[in-house]
């Protein structure tokens, strides 16, 4: 039996690999009977592969291995895939579920290992200033391993959607214009910028936070291989850094004893606990002398509204304007919140308004101070204090307004897809919502109206909640 080629395009070409699938199991041909080549005219089709054969059904696990696994380096990567497909397809549909099969292990390696380039990339890209631009734009360098491009440009325009964007690469280049993004050739080291005036900030906040005790130079590499070091402004400060380690390791030791209070989130709180806050005035004092976590921030932004509304709201961190302001919800996000909870029936002014984290953390790019989300560690910080708020608020109803708010509120992450709705924290009666930013990010007008729609109902529930009887669940007969 003669061999069928099938030709796919360079890079990540998991339509063309979908393509070609179809027609080879419609076709009834066996892997032992197929080549896959990779061309790189750009542009190019599998010719082969072209042609409306019908879907094919293959377990969801299957689907997204194949989604990462069509992204590695690997040559052969086509090929075993089909393989995989083949046998699900042919009786073995649990066939991932066999971790010792050869096959199954390699495919399980390569999915992993596209995974670990993915994080890095999102980790490791360091945006510079391109110079000589009239407008605001922002170009970096990264050398990923494998074709990991398109599968990680939904983050960076998750994360920096407001700013004018490239990452070049050696394998292709993508750019996002504040609307759109788009897909371009593979690009050269010189073509990005070398280096920015925000630099000296990185390298500053990379030493101060630096601690010396905790160096593991291996360990280092490994989470962060050296050839990354390069493209990252802070890590210029890491040889000299690790140089110094134990020397400064002994002098801290040395210093312990002497130290005044870290700014620990413990022992702040122990510390401050010795004279426990009797209202949210004593709690503002005690969270303003412990200033931020992470510098920058102006001032800290308290929570605000009645001593003991009903409804307490907990959203993220503050914002641009939240932290000009020294008020929480004041910015974009806050005012289409106001907007929504006047529509829902609910006054700004009877709810408590407050964020889980309070100082807002940035990244200064440019004139600009984008909001960067606060990691776990941060959020688990301001913890304790957000739990003190409600515990002297005493409201009915808890919201949690985002994954962050949930992330403090319920000592956990869930994704707000899945628990959307009534919760329980802790001893309040709670509620999840999303985060009224994110009505502000989604792409299309259609899409927002949808979104804003459903974030109305909610506060519309939220408001009848609060209103309801607790033993009875029963509503007051006249509207307040
Ligand atoms: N987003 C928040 O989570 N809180 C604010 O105060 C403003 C925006």
Not at 330 to 349: H, N, Q, T, W, Y
Not at 419 to 432: L, V
């Amino acid at each position: 039996m003669t061999l069928h080629r099938i030709t796919l395009k360079t890079g990540a070409d998991l339509d063309g690999f979908r393509r070609a699938v179809r027609r080879l199991v419609a076709e009834e041909l066996a892997p032992q009977h197929v080549v896959f080549a990779i061309d790189d005219t750009p542009g190019l089709f599998g010719r082969e592969a072209t042609g409306d054969a019908p879907p094919v059904s293959i377990p969801r696990g299957v689907a997204r291995l194949i989604e990462h696994v069509v992204c590695h380096s690997d040559p052969e990567r086509y090929a075993l895939l089909y393989q995989l497909v083949w046998r699900v397809l042919n009786g073995e549909r649990d066939l991932l579920e066999v971790a010792s099969d050869p096959l199954v292990h390699r495919i399980d390696l390569m999915a992993r290992s596209v995974r670990r380039d993915l994080h890095k990339m999102h980790a490791f890209v360091r945006f510079r200033r391109m110079t000589g631009e009239d407008l605001e734009r922002f170009a970096a360098w990264f050398e990923p391993e494998h074709f990991i491009l398109e599968a990680a440009a939904p983050f960076f325009v998750d994360r920096f959607p407001s700013m004018d964007w490239t990452i070049l690469t050696p394998i292709g280049s993508m750019r996002w214009d504040r609307k759109i993004l788009t897909f371009g050739p593979p690009a050269r080291r010189e073509d990005a910028p070398a280096e920015d005036s925000f630099e000296e900030g990185w390298r500053g906040y990379y030493e101060s936070v630096f601690n010396p005790a905790r160096v593991n130079p291996a360990a280092m590499r490994a989470e962060m291989p050296k050839k990354y070091w390069r493209n990252m402004p802070e890590t210029a400060a890491i040889p000299g850094l690790i140089q110094t380690a134990s020397r400064r390791v002994e002098r801290m030791i040395e210093q312990e004893a002497t130290m005044p209070t870290k700014r620990t989130p413990e022992r702040a709180l122990e510390a401050m606990w010795d004279q426990e806050p009797k209202s949210l005035k004593e709690l503002n004092a005690v969270i303003a002398k412990a200033g931020p976590l992470v510098p920058g921030a102006t001032q800290a932004v308290f929570g605000e509204g009645p001593a003991h509304a009903e409804i307490v709201f907990v959203g993220e961190q503050p914002g641009d304007q939240e932290d000009l302001q020294g008020r929480p919800f004041v910015g974009p996000a806050g005012k289409l919140f106001a907007k929504a909870m006047s529509e829902a029936g609910i006054d700004r002014k009877d709810a408590y308004l407050t964020n889980a984290v309070k100082h807002f953390k940035f990244e200064q790019r440019g004139h600009r101070r984008i909001h960067s989300k606060p990691t776990t560690g941060e959020v688990k910080h301001y913890r304790p204090w957000l739990m003190k708020e409600l515990e002297l608020v005493k409201p009915k109803l808890v919201v949690a307004l985002g994954g962050t708010a949930v992330l403090a509120l319920a000592g956990k992450a869930t994704p707000i897809s899945r628990s959307r709705g009534r919760a329980k924290f802790g001893p309040y009666e709670g509620y999840i919502t999303v985060h009224p930013s994110y009505l502000l990010r989604l792409p299309d007008e259609a899409t927002k109206r949808e979104a804003y729609e459903a974030f109305v109902n909610d506060l519309r529930r939220i408001h009848d909640l609060a209103r309801a009887d607790p033993e009875t669940g029963e509503l007051p007969l006249a509207a307040e």
